[in-house]
């Protein structure tokens, strides 16, 4: 598990409510600098750009900039929102390098630090060896809804959910959740 406590960093939403306090002026631009080439890969790349007062971005003088990229389908909320997520992060670091005042990483970045997530397109991804990589039960099952959502094989599901059942010293990982390995393989009956 992450050395770290989520509670100790900002979210993006606090970080502009900030900056925006103390510079009521402030100016956010997003660019979207994705190519044809980008979305072959089912990738979103963005460009934030922060500036201090309308003067500033009229003569193009941001006060910081910083880029993002995102992957359609590597966790649940990319499956629908990969290219406001980048645009979030790409947001959140530049108000970071903008402001001294800002406490490092989000919240949103060190989440995905905490679960070891680094985008890939789910094609590429070896989810198998990820399972393997891991020693949370928490994270396996995270990591199990991540391949489920973006329609891993069968056999595959089965893999990660036997590494958490080894991981577990037991033959069933619990009831599990939507969230979550499920036990024994069985489906939990809708109401």
């Known amino acids: 598990m992450a050395r770290f406590d989520l509670s100790q960093y900002e979210t993006v939403e606090e970080r502009h409510a900030r900056a925006l306090r103390e510079h009521p002026d402030l100016r956010v631009v997003i660019v979207n600098h994705t190519t044809p080439q980008d979305r072959a890969a089912a990738t979103?790349?963005?460009e934030a750009r922060v500036y201090l007062n309308g003067d500033d971005q009229a003569k193009d003088l941001p006060k910081a900039t910083e880029w993002a990229f995102e992957?359609?389908?590597s966790g649940?909320?990319?499956q629908t929102s990969a290219l406001?997520?980048?645009?979030?992060?790409?947001?959140g670091r530049c108000l970071r390098w903008a402001f001294a005042g800002s406490k490092?990483?989000?919240?949103?970045?060190?989440?995905?630090?905490a679960r070891g997530v680094t985008p890939k397109p789910s094609a590429t991804r070896d989810w198998v060896a990820e399972s393997e990589a891991l020693t949370d039960v928490d994270?396996?099952?995270l990591l199990w809804?991540?391949?489920?959502?973006?329609n891993a094989a069968d056999d595959i599901l089965e893999k990660v959910k036997d590494r958490a059942e080894r991981l577990e010293g037991s033959t069933s990982v619990g009831e599990g959740t939507d969230a979550g390995v499920p036990s024994g393989g069985r489906k939990k009956p809708t109401k």
């Open 84 to 91: 406001e997520n980048a645009c979030t992060s790409a947001l």
């Open 71 to 73: 992957v359609d389908g």
């Open 44 to 46: 979103w790349v963005v």
């Open 139 to 141: 994270e396996l099952r």
């Open 104 to 113: 490092g990483p989000s919240t949103a970045e060190m989440s995905k630090v």
């Open 145 to 150: 809804r991540e391949a489920k959502t973006a």
């Open 76 to 78: 649940m909320a990319n």
